[in-house]
């Protein structure tokens, strides 16, 4: 196993234990939520297999649910980023392409880069988590309100995390 899958590895103990033990009950207003553990999908190269990024999404999804008690919900929203992840990847490529080996990162491709990178994929994971919760649309307004809320509170804290961490990875 390279250096950088050790890290990986690392990295997915993490954010499933930050998640579980730090996050899983801070809830601003009833209907904020921050599930920093989708940073951990966005973060994985640009160049892995779209399959072992499912995988590791199936993974850190399913351990999360065991311990949130939520019967697969957040494996199913985990999995639908992993696998949108490399396609929107796709369709936002720098004009230069990407560097092998390089995160998407901040640091890597400055924060409007990012931005455009991380917003509608944790928009996507938040929707399709909360809409299964509430089991269809029967309290949409009040659905979506938990799903941009919890959309700002998880960016805060990711863009907080890549400004906290940046220096490290340079």
């Given at each position: 196993m390279s250096r950088?899958?050790?890290?990986?590895?690392?990295?997915?103990?993490?954010?499933?234990?930050?998640?579980?033990?730090?996050?899983?009950?801070?809830?601003?207003?009833?209907?904020?939520?921050?599930?920093?553990?989708?940073?951990?999908?966005?973060?994985?190269?640009?160049?892995?297999?779209?399959?072992?990024?499912?995988?590791?999404?199936?993974?850190l999804g399913f351990t999360i649910d065991v311990f949130y008690d939520s019967l697969g919900m957040h494996a199913l929203a985990l999995v639908a980023l992993s696998y949108l992840r490399n396609y929107w990847l796709g369709v936002i490529t720098p004009q230069g392409g990407y560097d092998i080996g390089?995160?998407?990162?901040?640091?890597?491709?400055?924060?409007?880069?990012?931005?455009?990178?991380?917003?509608?994929?944790i928009f996507i994971h938040h929707f399709i988590l909360f809409f299964v919760e509430v089991a269809g649309f029967s309290f949409f307004w009040f659905t979506m309100l938990k799903v941009m809320m919890s959309l700002l509170f998880t960016l805060v804290a990711i863009l907080l995390l890549q400004y906290l961490t940046v220096s490290r990875r340079r």
């Amino acid at each position: 196993m390279s250096r950088s899958g050790i890290a990986q590895f690392i990295l997915f103990f993490v954010y499933a234990l930050a998640q579980i033990l730090l996050l899983k009950n801070l809830v601003l207003f009833n209907s904020a939520f921050c599930l920093l553990y989708v940073l951990f999908i966005l973060l994985l190269p640009v160049e892995t297999n779209n399959l072992l990024v499912m995988l590791a999404g199936f993974l850190l999804g399913f351990t999360i649910d065991v311990f949130y008690d939520s019967l697969g919900m957040h494996a199913l929203a985990l999995v639908a980023l992993s696998y949108l992840r490399n396609y929107w990847l796709g369709v936002i490529t720098p004009q230069g392409g990407y560097d092998i080996g390089l995160p998407p990162t901040i640091s890597s491709y400055g924060l409007q880069w990012f931005l455009v990178y991380t917003i509608p994929l944790i928009f996507i994971h938040h929707f399709i988590l909360f809409f299964v919760e509430v089991a269809g649309f029967s309290f949409f307004w009040f659905t979506m309100l938990k799903v941009m809320m919890s959309l700002l509170f998880t960016l805060v804290a990711i863009l907080l995390l890549q400004y906290l961490t940046v220096s490290r990875r340079r």
